[in-house]
């Protein structure tokens, strides 16, 4: 008979066909990983707020739908989490920042209006890197997340909390917000399933901007086939922000020629871990020996990306996070006499040393002389890179390359935020591209800790991404 701690582990679809076969309830199940988060989370630190009343009383709702053959789909039922930077009406949403303590939004997000009716029942707000800015999980105001494999390491970011909630047994799957990996690197350093889809293919609206140009909706699951699943569900065009596509549901991971395989080298390229190139070198094996026809093909400007990236991000990070001042939004501080001292001590209360080093450092981008010299030129360069990965793909189905330099490293180890930043440099073409990206689980190091490859593909190839994970995990594509 299964555990309650192994039904806990289940996938999105396994537990879909179980709640189909009354094997157990929606409040059965909710209730088991609320008992989890209990018992775990404050050791692991991954929930900042647990809706406890609210998920069961939406888990009763499934379950009377159920009974009346009025079953939404295969959502219905399914317990998920939310990183704190989603609005969910009534719930707090502080964005790991103390600037947000106390606020409650008054809408839901796109996504999670639409996961809503689908039926998937929302268990709590997840704890993350403060508005997003960080690679380890270290660098929110409410304390550090912890890997659940090793509780001396980070769990990676800035989904932190949303990464070692699904890792650890605490919800089915979980959305987090991706910039420049903070989705598929603590889903790498976390042994689950990230996936950065298409820019505009999951709506941005509700998710608090950290650099809209780059930010994107990711999922957080257990197996690509419920990275489709929930894919499926989530995408489409939304009248509330203009940057929306239109996606075409495509959970079917089916491939019907011989995949094209560009495999990234990072040779000259200073900072990858001997571990990750030979699992990454493992798994083209994998690949080839399933079929796939494998090139080794160079990384797009390896220097200018990463500093591009850290240029656009933390410009457009400073001109979104103005409006946290105290008086439009954010808490007010108490101890002002002047317009000028309350800006001061609102922001210099609230907000973390992060935040306000890469809110200086945007800031500095774009004064007059520095517009022209560093942010006009990370513009040029995001185009370069576009451009190249536009031609990759035209070649090749999918790209191979590491999810993050390292395995997950010790808590408090990071030498400099330079290196944080070094942390991203596996991940950010897909964001300066706009183009999908999958964090894909491929064994565990000496130390136990988890290891992960990464694919890329053209814009709007998420199927063909999922084909080759379920190609690589698996042997076949199902």
């Not at 959502?75 to 303590?101: E, H, R, V």
């Not at 900072?271 to 990454?280: L, M, T």
């Not at 209360?349 to 306000?356: D, F, Q």
């Not at 999810?403 to 490293?409: C, G, L, Q, S």
Request: proline share 3%; net charge neutral; aromatic share 6%.
């Amino acid at each position: 008979m299964m555990t309650v701690e192994k039904v806990l582990f289940r996938s999105v679809a396994e537990h879909a066909a179980a709640l189909a076969a009354g094997e157990y309830t929606a409040v059965r199940l909710t209730r088991a990983y609320l008992e989890r988060i209990q018992e775990r989370n404050g050791e692991i630190n991954a929930y900042l707020y647990v809706d406890g009343a609210g998920a069961l009383a939406a888990a009763e709702e499934s379950d009377v739908r159920r009974l009346r053959g009025e079953c939404r789909g295969v959502l219905d039922g399914i317990p998920y989490a939310l990183k704190d930077n989603f609005a969910a009406k009534g719930l707090p949403m502080t964005c790991g920042s103390k600037i947000l303590g106390g606020y409650v939004s008054p809408y839901d997000a796109t996504v999670v209006a639409r996961l809503k009716a689908s039926g998937a029942i929302l268990l709590g707000k997840n704890n993350m890197d403060e508005f997003a800015m960080g690679s380890s999980g270290e660098y929110s105001a409410y304390g550090v997340t912890k890997n659940p494999y090793d509780r001396t390491r980070v769990v990676g970011g800035s989904s932190s909390g949303s990464a070692a909630t699904v890792a650890d047994g605490m919800a089915a799957f979980a959305l987090g917000s991706d910039t420049g990996g903070s989705v598929r690197q603590p889903a790498a350093f976390c042994g689950v399933y990230g996936l950065k889809p298409t820019y505009g293919v999951l709506s941005r609206y509700g998710l608090a901007s950290m650099a809209s140009s780059l930010d994107c909706v990711g999922i957080l699951a257990r197996t690509a086939e419920d990275c489709g699943l929930l894919l499926d569900v989530l995408a489409g065009q939304d009248a509330h922000d203009a940057t929306s596509v239109v996606y075409a549901p495509k959970s079917v991971q089916a491939l019907d020629h011989v995949l094209r395989l560009g495999v990234i080298s990072f040779d000259g390229v200073g900072g990858i871990d001997e571990e990750i190139k030979a699992a990454s070198a493992r798994a083209v094996e994998r690949l080839t020996a399933c079929g796939a026809v494998a090139e080794t093909v160079e990384l797009p400007l390896p220097d200018e990306a990463l500093a591009a990236y850290t240029v656009l991000s933390s410009t457009e990070a400073a001109s979104n996070l103005a409006r946290y001042d105290g008086v439009r939004y954010g808490r007010r501080s108490a101890r002002s006499e002047t317009l000028s001292a309350l800006y001061e001590n609102s922001r210099g209360e609230g907000l973390g040393a992060e935040v306000k080093r890469r809110i200086l450092f945007g800031t500095d981008m774009l004064v007059r002389g520095n517009r022209e010299v560093y942010y006009l030129r990370a513009l040029r360069v995001r185009e370069a890179v576009r451009r190249q990965m536009e031609a990759l793909s035209e070649r090749y189905d999918v790209l191979i390359s590491p999810a993050a330099p390292t395995a997950a490293f010790g808590l408090g180890s990071t030498p400099s935020p330079d290196a944080l930043y070094c942390a991203d440099m596996c991940t950010v073409y897909a964001n300066l591209a706009g183009v999908p990206a999958l964090s894909v689980p491929f064994g565990v190091n000496a130390a136990g800790l988890p290891l992960a490859v990464q694919l890329t593909a053209r814009r709007c190839g998420e199927n063909l991404l999922l084909a080759a994970a379920r190609l690589l995990c698996d042997g076949e594509v199902k």
